[in-house]
């Protein structure tokens, strides 16, 4: 074989090869995508970790009824889940207390050419919690601020899942402070929301603020052992007539008498009918929308009917 034959020879086997390993990429893509439906395969999804038990039991309830699907959430600060959606490939799936603003759906747009999809889900609340032992079950926005900028004194510590970038903290500065500073000498961070309930179980001065689904469900055992050692405080409806300080009930969610609530909202970053939009539909629809109710949240996509009744109405016969 000549010199030019044997080149020509070795250039088409690396052709060859070259299109063999191409190939073979592509068909290795589709297959990993085709395991990828609405119904099967895996999903990485941050979780915003205020929010750990409802999403705990709508994961439960998904894998259940879609046994080839694996749903895998990391629960998280907020500031990371944002970060998470925005900077990690793997995470096709955020839950957490806001949507996107518009510079970050302009980042998207210039980074990956599409919009990711974001919208409320439920009504969530912030519970204050204080020691079964107290007596102050009483607030006020108002003494709220007043305390969390030091104006009350320093006997009673506020009790916050962490100082920095969780979204208690953010709803705090946002819908309380609206612009005034924390006194940090009264304001104390422990390592997530399990930690508030056990930090103010076990200080009679400690008022914690904690996402209601830690502690708002009368069906979760676990939830109203917790409650034998605290106890949930009222808090001040400024255009209640009948009824001015209310508890974090789904009653009080859902008609926004109790003040402190908030959005439970998917930031789903998926441009294609995978895992991550088959686990949405789930959250969306009938199923998951009746598992918040049964949360005791406040269901957004989904209406139900409130009415007023007696507890001791005869039903007809």
Known sequence: MNKWNKKNSIASWGCLLILFIGMT???????????????????????????????????????????????????????????????????????????????????????????????????????????????????????????LTGLMGKKQQIIFDGLNATSTVRFAIDSILKGSKFDTSVVRAVKNSQGVLDYVAANENAIGLVGISWIGNPEDSAQVKMLQKLKMVYVKCDYCSDSPYVKPTQYGIMTKRYPLIRGLYYILRENYSGLGSGFLNFLQYERGQLIFRRAYLGPSKIGFGIRNVQINEKLPK
């Open 25 to 147: 990429q592509c068909n290795s893509k589709k297959q990993a995508q085709a395991t990828d439906t609405l119904t099967s395969g895996v999903l990485h999804i941050s979780v915003d970790e205020s929010y750990q038990p409802i999403m705990e039991e709508q994961i439960k309830v998904f894998e259940g009824a879609y046994p080839d699907a694996k749903i895998i959430a990391h629960y998280k600060s907020e500031s990371a889940c944002l970060n998470d959606i925005l900077t990690d490939s793997l995470t096709k799936m955020v839950i957490v207390t806001r949507g996107l603003t518009r510079k970050e759906e302009d980042y998207f747009k210039q980074s990956v050419n599409y919009f990711p999809r974001w919208d409320e889900l439920a009504t969530d609340a912030i519970a204050i919690v204080v020691n079964k032992n107290s007596t102050d079950t009483i607030f006020t926005l108002q003494r709220l601020q007043q305390q």
